[in-house]
């Protein structure tokens, strides 16, 4: 180490224009905390790296190897700068001891390894959440060395540069193979060689169909048993109906758990967001049915009409104001109270009777088939109405389940292979 500076380069001696060459190793040991929420991941690594300084060279009679354990003796060499540009925070290992070692070879090839933890930013695209994919950068760059002093290279051997111990797996994730680059990137103090390493993660639907879809997608059928009840079941179904629609808003708090808030729309807003609108649709299909069922339908007029050329037909007459009774019915606008006890009733030919004691609704329902007008009750159309619902709810909400996922996972796909 006589006469040796750590401040020159290895190939300062060599003239300007000729960078001393790193080439760099890659380890990864683990990945976790891949969390959208704050867009970053944490990966801990080997970083491992080779030049040649020909002021190291010695005989091989002192040793084959030098290896160099204590942080004191390493300090004493020539070390390359890289940082980490997309690094949040990073940090050496300590435990037991420091993890880092330098090996230096009687030909003067130097290699120094290092142990480092990081938590590195990614900027992720949610649109198609939770069915994306998110490509991620581990980013290396010469802090303050630029081209003409220092240049890197991912290691010779391609198997080496870049490497993850075996069996690794992530919660949430599907790791496609990485991909390895090198770059110069140009700033005003220079060009700086740079080294990238792409990650892609596929996120894993399965997790996110126990915990998010299926539950949704049950409780929107759930909501259609209100269709099944009667219409006069009011408890059942309002109760039924505002306990679905607050449960979706406490599945969609829940789902909407630590991510970021965003100025688009995801995969998952567009369905949480469609289950709340056939749930509230539920809630006011019931409206309108229970306000159907208490309309009241103007059809007496009809009725007299009926009535008058029935009787015409069967030549009976009855005085002014009289109110006809049929067997099992009544119409309205019978004579006054006192008029009432006075009149007598009377059977027509075909088996009716009329008096003034009968209620106005029954005489409209017991015409015969010939003078009966074509209407419906109130609560036969409400009953209508729910029975048109319990097959357009469910058709409609098919419908766009066949849209969203074709959609969406044709996207997935296009992008996990795309990128």
């Known amino acids: 180490m006589k006469g040796y500076n750590k401040d020159e380069w290895p190939s300062y001696q060599e003239g300007i224009g000729i960078p001393?060459?790193?080439?760099?190793?890659?380890?990864?040991?683990?990945?976790?905390?891949?969390?959208?929420?704050?867009?970053?991941?944490?990966?801990?690594?080997?970083?491992?790296?080779?030049?040649?300084?020909?002021?190291m060279r010695f005989s091989e009679n002192i040793s084959k190897i030098l290896e160099l354990h204590q942080l004191r003796q390493i300090k004493k060499?020539?070390?390359?700068?890289?940082?980490?540009?997309?690094?949040?925070?990073?940090?050496?290992?300590?435990?037991?001891?420091?993890?880092?070692?330098?090996?230096?070879?009687?030909?003067?090839?130097?290699?120094?390894?290092?142990?480092?933890?990081?938590?590195?930013?990614?900027?992720?695209?949610?649109?198609?959440?939770?069915?994306?994919?998110?490509?991620?950068?581990?980013?290396?760059?010469?802090?303050?060395?630029?081209?003409?002093?220092?240049?890197?290279?991912?290691?010779?051997?391609?198997?080496?540069?870049?490497?993850?111990?075996?069996?690794?797996?992530?919660?949430?994730?599907?790791?496609?193979?990485?991909?390895?680059?090198?770059c110069v990137d140009k700033y005003s103090m220079g060009l700086f060689s740079c080294l990238k390493v792409k990650l892609k993660f596929q996120r894993e639907l399965s997790y996110h169909l126990i915990q998010t879809y299926l539950p949704t997608f049950l409780i929107v059928s759930i909501s259609w048993v209100s269709f099944w009840l009667s219409v006069d079941a009011v408890p059942a179904r309002v109760?039924?109906?505002?306990?679905?629609l607050l449960t979706m808003t406490t599945l969609i708090s829940g789902a909407k758990q630590g991510l970021p808030a965003v100025s688009y729309i995801k995969a998952l807003d567009v369905w949480m967001g469609t289950?709340?609108?056939f749930v509230f649709s539920?809630?006011?299909?019931?409206?309108?049915?229970?306000?159907?069922?208490?309309?009241?339908?103007?059809?007496?007029?009809?009725?007299?009409?009926?009535?008058?050329?029935?009787?015409?037909?069967?030549?009976?007459?009855?005085?002014?104001?009289?109110?006809?009774?049929?067997?099992?019915?009544y119409l309205a606008n019978g004579p006054s109270s006192g008029e009432r006890n006075h009149l007598r009733s009377r059977r027509l030919s075909d088996g009716y009777e009329y008096?003034?004691?009968?209620?106005?609704?029954?005489?409209?329902l017991a015409l015969p088939g010939s003078a009966r007008p074509i209407a419906s009750t109130a609560a036969q159309q409400a009953k209508r109405i729910d029975v048109i619902a319990r097959v357009l709810f469910p058709s409609l909400f098919g419908a766009f389940n066949f849209v969203y996922w074709i959609y969406y996972l044709l996207q997935s796909w296009d992008q996990a292979g795309g990128e």
């Open 20 to 55: 001393t060459r790193v080439y760099v190793e890659v380890y990864i040991v683990s990945i976790s905390s891949v969390d959208a929420g704050s867009m970053d991941f944490v990966v801990d690594f080997y970083l491992t790296q080779h030049w040649r300084d020909p002021r």
């Open 77 to 182: 060499l020539w070390l390359p700068d890289p940082y980490i540009i997309n690094s949040k925070s990073a940090y050496f290992h300590e435990v037991t001891l420091p993890n880092r070692f330098a090996r230096i070879t009687p030909e003067g090839n130097v290699t120094y390894n290092s142990r480092l933890t990081a938590k590195l930013s990614c900027n992720m695209q949610l649109r198609l959440y939770p069915m994306d994919t998110q490509e991620c950068e581990i980013y290396f760059e010469s802090y303050g060395y630029s081209t003409e002093i220092l240049y890197f290279h991912w290691h010779w051997e391609s198997d080496k540069a870049f490497s993850i111990t075996e069996n690794l797996e992530l919660p949430q994730f599907f790791m496609s193979a990485p991909t390895t680059l090198e």
């Open 239 to 244: 109760s039924l109906g505002i306990t679905t």
């Open 275 to 277: 289950c709340t609108f």
């Open 282 to 329: 539920t809630l006011l299909e019931y409206v309108v049915v229970s306000k159907v069922s208490r309309r009241k339908i103007p059809m007496v007029v009809q009725a007299h009409r009926n009535v008058a050329s029935h009787l015409a037909r069967s030549h009976t007459s009855i005085s002014p104001g009289a109110t006809l009774k049929y067997d099992n019915g």
């Open 355 to 364: 008096d003034s004691e009968t209620p106005p609704e029954a005489a409209f």
